[in-house]
């Protein structure tokens, strides 16, 4: 690749920054997305996988860069940290997913259900456990729902993302 920016590359992106707005949107919003067991269905770690399964680390890093803003933005934590959290995701998968794993979607998937365990765990460890006093057994049931059931949702961002991707780069 040249190092300029062609059209393609311009739309390819700016469809990825409407998945994410949209999917952080939803995601964030009370109401739009049934709570089943009390869970609440996660979106932006798929998406941000799906992108860094298809594009180099820096490129991935700036988008799990943006998604932690918008997730900043809408959380009531220690500023910064899913800005942090989410760009060493984009880099870090997307440089698991071109050295080590084939890119598929089952890969999507553990990267993004890897990605919701770890980020609930520090949840739990640095909040709940202290101030609302929730059972570590109550947490891990809730975590565990909370993967199982934004799986398919998952599935259906890896799609939409390999979708973009392919239709705009044929040739890779």
């Known amino acids: 690749m040249s190092g300029h920016i062609t059209k393609n590359d311009a739309l390819k992106w700016a469809v990825y920054?409407?998945?994410?707005?949209?999917?952080y949107v939803i995601q964030t919003s009370y109401g739009l997305v049934p709570r089943p067991f009390g869970a609440t269905i996660h979106f932006l770690p798929f998406l941000v996988a799906a992108v860094a399964m298809h594009e180099a680390s820096f490129s991935a890093a700036v988008f799990g860069f943006f998604a932690g803003i918008l997730?900043?933005?809408?959380?009531?934590?220690?500023?910064?940290i899913y800005m942090a959290y989410?760009?060493?995701l984009g880099a870090g998968f997307a440089g698991l997913s071109h050295r080590f794993f084939r890119r598929v979607?089952?890969?999507?998937?553990?990267?993004?259900?890897a990605s919701m365990?770890?980020?609930n765990f520090f949840a739990y460890a640095f909040y709940h456990a202290s101030a609302s006093g929730v059972p570590l057994g109550r947490a891990l049931t809730l975590t565990g729902t909370q993967i199982v059931c934004s799986l398919?949702?998952?599935?259906?961002?890896?799609?939409?993302?390999?979708?973009?991707?392919?239709s705009l780069f044929p040739e890779e």
């Open 152 to 166: 398919p949702f998952g599935a259906l961002i890896y799609l939409a993302v390999s979708r973009v991707s392919r």
């Open 105 to 113: 979607g089952p890969v999507c998937l553990l990267l993004g259900g």
């Open 86 to 88: 989410y760009t060493l």
């Open 71 to 80: 997730m900043d933005a809408g959380s009531a934590g220690l500023d910064g």
């Open 17 to 23: 920054g409407v998945f994410l707005f949209f999917l």
């Open 117 to 119: 365990l770890v980020e």
